[in-house]
């Protein structure tokens, strides 16, 4: 058998190196999803809070377990990312830094501005 039997038949994604952005684009897509899910959180926990007590106490109770607290730590986390690479489109649309040093750098600020603002939000909560 030739070795051309051994290739996959069309590109497929694991044959290939993603780019950066190509990664931080699918991530921006995912935590605007993610966002929404968690503003319907939001709304299920103010909806409880005005149909009774001890409704409001259960959901209360679930958002704030161990589950939940890691269920917000990945909301805050996604809330960040998504803001800093906001501001990273926000430069895009007057039309700079599209070159292969700026994207990289740019990217590397969305992260990290991520992650610095999610511990400052977590550290000023509790």
């Not at 993603?18 to 990664?23: K, V």
């Not at 409704?55 to 109770?61: S, W």
């Not at 700079?96 to 590397?108: I, L, P």
């Amino acid at each position: 058998m030739s070795r051309r039997a051994d290739r996959p038949l069309s590109p497929h994604v694991t044959v290939y190196r993603w780019p950066l952005n190509a990664l931080m684009s699918i991530a921006h897509r995912v935590t605007g999803t993610g966002l929404l899910l968690g503003a319907l959180l939001v709304v299920w926990w103010l909806v409880a809070a005005a149909a009774s007590e001890e409704y409001f106490r259960l959901v209360n109770k679930a958002l704030t377990s161990p589950v939940g607290d890691l269920l917000m730590l990945g909301l805050t986390l996604a809330f960040w990312y998504h803001f800093c690479n906001g501001i990273r489109h926000l430069i895009w649309d007057t039309g700079a830094g599209f070159e292969d040093r700026s994207t990289r750098v740019t990217a590397a600020f969305a992260l990290g501005g991520a992650v610095l603002l999610s511990v400052l939000t977590i550290l000023l909560v509790r």
